[in-house]
């Protein structure tokens, strides 16, 4: 059964346009999301979190959405730049939970391709 | 600041032999993670440790092992390797208990199991 989810997985977007990249969960005890991005044959790199008690978070052209009643999260990238283009991973933990479990739990990431 | 680094790069292994994989955290860091991405599917988590102790597993038959060092290095072990255990191998690193958990992640090492 898996808990985070992302149904898309490729988006095109023109270079200049807003990329939006979407992140659904089933668990309602993720307390704390974050977003990677991987290029090809390296690590996926850290880009933003939120926690569950806000509802957006901005850093720059990124910006992340949370919708808690719906269980969902979303990644804005404004402008979107050629040098965006990656696979996108969301991740969720249960940074609040009585056992410590803070792996994250991830979904199967969406391929962002920006388009010159 | 060196980040997360893993060894080795790329691993071929035939079916049956054990995997030793490494991975050192960046500075600072106790504990590290481990975690499976095969081919199609998305990163799965495999082991937690902290301070020398395991402190969660995924979903993986035993034969998946590891441990952590004092200095926090960490090692996975693969015993038994069957065809399905190729994929990348990634290992993060965090601080955990200090309300920065947020996870950062080495280059990965590649197992081919042939």
């Known amino acids: 059964d898996q808990q985070v989810k992302q149904n898309s997985p490729s988006l095109s977007v023109q270079e200049g346009r807003i990329s939006i990249l979407n992140c659904d969960y089933t668990?309602?005890?993720?307390?704390?999301f974050l977003w990677y991005k991987k290029y090809p044959a390296e690590g996926p790199t850290f880009l933003i979190s939120?926690?569950?008690?806000?509802d957006k978070n901005e850093d720059g052209r990124f910006t992340v959405f949370l919708n808690k009643s719906a269980k969902h999260l979303s990644l804005h990238i404004v402008p979107s730049q050629p040098g965006d283009s990656a696979v996108y991973f969301c991740a969720a933990s249960l940074r609040s939970s009585g056992a410590g479990s803070y792996q994250l739990t991830f979904g199967k990431g969406t391929k962002l391709s920006v388009i010159p | 600041e060196a980040g997360v680094t893993q060894s080795p790069t790329h691993l071929i292994k035939t079916r049956g032999q054990q995997a030793t994989l490494r991975c050192s955290p960046i500075?600072?860091?106790?504990?590290v993670y481990w975690y499976q991405q095969a081919l199609g599917l998305g990163l799965q988590f495999l082991l937690w440790?902290?301070?020398?102790?395991?402190?969660n597993r995924g979903n993986f038959p035993p034969r998946f092992s590891g441990r952590q060092f004092p200095n926090y290095s960490s090692e996975l072990n693969v015993n038994a390797l069957e065809l399905e255990d190729s994929a990348l191998y990634l290992c993060?690193?965090?601080?955990?208990?200090?309300?920065?958990?947020?996870?950062?992640f080495g280059p990965g090492t590649r197992l081919t199991v042939l």
């Open positions: 668990n309602s005890m993720f307390d704390y």
């Open positions: 939120i926690s569950s008690i806000k």
């Open positions: 993060a690193s965090s601080l955990f208990r200090r309300g920065a958990d947020t996870q950062y």
């Open positions: 440790y902290d301070e020398g102790e395991e402190r």
């Open positions: 500075s600072g860091h106790t504990s």
